[in-house]
């Protein structure tokens, strides 16, 4: 394997529904209020890495289906866009899912899903290594799924005879229940204060109608 570079590229990898979900449980936000630009150029900054690319990944619903979080989504990942981030998106997929009422009755309810943000996720990852376009991959997310993305990089780098690392972020405080980046990565946890300084300042929530 060749030494380790003294200056480190890295590709930022972001899954935006777990990081929301995230610090929504770890800081109490409910809304996706991040600022994915920053919150890369913070951890880079703070690993001396060199950020190259922010790549954000997401699953929002069908302005039929729920045209409040269409709308919040369109206008969120166009001013991604704007500043330079490489965005996936897809619709969401919904199903009906069981689920038991506090009096113990049983309901069904319309559940929407994500399909093929974590596979798009992990190919990037995979193919970005193989281009030899970055040295460090670093991945908002605790999909433990990742971990086989992982074990992968570890191979390409073994062939390549190069230095990659990979490295998970995520929110973290004591109320988190899970506390626990992806398996066989360095784990960044991101407290209070990280995250809060990250906050976009602009809400793309529509107004309600009163």
């Known amino acids: 394997m060749s030494a380790e570079p003294t200056i480190k590229r890295a590709i930022v990898f972001i899954d935006g529904q777990n990081l ?9 936000h409910p809304f996706p209020n991040y600022d994915v630009k920053k919150l890369a150029l913070e951890v880079c900054a703070r690993k001396g890495w060199q950020l190259q690319q922010v790549r954000f990944y997401t699953g929002f619903p069908d302005a039929s289906d729920n045209p409040f979080w269409n709308h919040f989504w369109t206008a969120k990942l ?3 866009g704007r500043e330079g981030v490489h965005v996936f998106s897809r619709p969401l997929r919904y199903r009906n899912q069981s689920i038991v009422l506090p009096d113990g009755t049983a309901s069904t309810i319309l559940v929407g899903q994500e399909k093929g943000i974590d596979v798009r996720l992990a190919l990037d990852v995979i193919s970005l290594a193989w281009q030899g376009d970055y040295d460090v991959a670093c991945i908002f997310s605790q999909d433990q799924d990742l971990s086989e993305v992982a074990d992968e990089i ?5 062939i390549s005879s190069r230095w990659i690392h990979i490295a998970s972020a995520f929110p973290f405080s004591p109320v988190s229940r899970n506390k626990r980046g992806i398996n066989s990565t360095d784990w960044i946890k991101l407290d209070r204060a990280i ?10 929530r529509p107004k309600r109608k009163p």
Request: net charge neutral; aromatic share 14%; with cysteine.
């Open 20 to 28: 929301f979900h995230g610090a929504k449980e770890a800081f109490g």
């Open 78 to 80: 166009a001013q991604m």
């Open 154 to 158: 570890r191979g390409i780098s073994r």
């Open 195 to 204: 995250y809060d300084i990250c906050i976009d300042p602009r809400d793309y």
